[in-house]
T-cell receptor, first 113, second 115 residues
Framework: DAKTTQPPSMDCAEGRAANLPCNHSTISGNEYVYWYRQIHSQGPQYIIHGLKNNETNEMASLIITEDRKSSTLILPHATLRDTAVYYCIVRVPDPGYGNKLVFGAGTILRVKS | DAGVIQSPRHEVTEMGQEVTLRCKPI?????LFWYRQTMMRGLELLIYFNNNVPIDDSGMPEDRFSAKMPNASFSTLKIQPSEPRDSAVYFCASRAGTGRDTEAFFGQGTRLTVV
């Protein structure tokens, strides 16, 4: 699986958009970008994933650059409950590729009132 | 569905004792993962199963650790003998692993303290 790089921490004001970047410059053509988050004392939670098109769901939006070397997770209106560690993971979603989900260090997002 | 269920939620044991952590995956999921999380090393994948068969146990730290999945609805992670450095939060996760767009669901974890 391709390596990802994320900033160690970010702050965001409550009610504002939180934009979390992820660099995956060695991503290959069949690898997807996944985002999970982990709120303190809980297990990680899936947020969103995509291949090359921008994706949106009820939790967030995922913007992937045209060359797919980086992406941004957007929480449109961050709340205090969004304070968590956010993990960007790149992998091939196919059991034939090992089916692993490997976490890096992630970004600590602190939403402040 | 109640989600992935882990037990116990907290475990305190003395060094040298055997510890067994339990996991019930979501019904119908055929991939199961065990992770360990510490402040120093973050979230580490220990082992994962597909259709009850261990696929990759390269993350298991040493022979003191063993994992089994006797059927599709139950898995155990055993540490024997336990050591203080095994203190961590252990997470179990499951996924319907045959599709392309499947997400992993995590349990609430077991916080293990070895004294």
């Amino acid at each position: 699986d391709a390596k990802t790089t994320q900033p160690p921490s970010m702050d965001c004001a409550e009610g504002r958009a939180a934009n979390l970047p992820c660099n995956h410059s060695t991503i290959s053509g069949n690898e997807y970008v996944y985002w999970y988050r982990q709120i303190h004392s809980q297990g990680p939670q899936y947020i969103i994933h995509g291949l090359k098109n921008n994706e949106t769901n009820e939790m967030a939006s995922l913007i992937i650059t045209e060359d797919r070397k980086s992406s941004t997770l957007i929480l449109p209106h961050a709340t205090l409950r969004d304070t968590a560690v956010y993990y960007c993971i790149v992998r091939v979603p196919d059991p034939g590729y090992g089916n692993k989900l490997v976490f890096g260090a992630g970004t600590i997002l602190r939403v402040k009132s | 569905d109640a989600g992935v269920i882990q037990s116990p939620r907290h475990e305190v044991t003395e060094m040298g004792q055997e510890v067994t952590l339990r996991c019930k995956p979501i019904s119908g999921h055929n991939s199961l993962f065990w992770y360990r999380q510490t402040m120093m090393r973050g979230l580490e994948l220990l082992i994962y199963f597909n259709n009850n068969v261990p696929i990759d146990d390269s993350g298991m730290p040493e022979d003191r650790f063993s994992a089994k999945m006797p059927n599709a609805s139950f898995s155990t992670l055993k540490i024997q003998p336990s050591e203080p450095r095994d203190s961590a939060v252990y997470f179990c996760a499951s996924r319907a692993g045959t599709g392309r767009d499947t997400e992993a669901f995590f349990g609430q974890g077991t916080r293990l303290t070895v004294v």
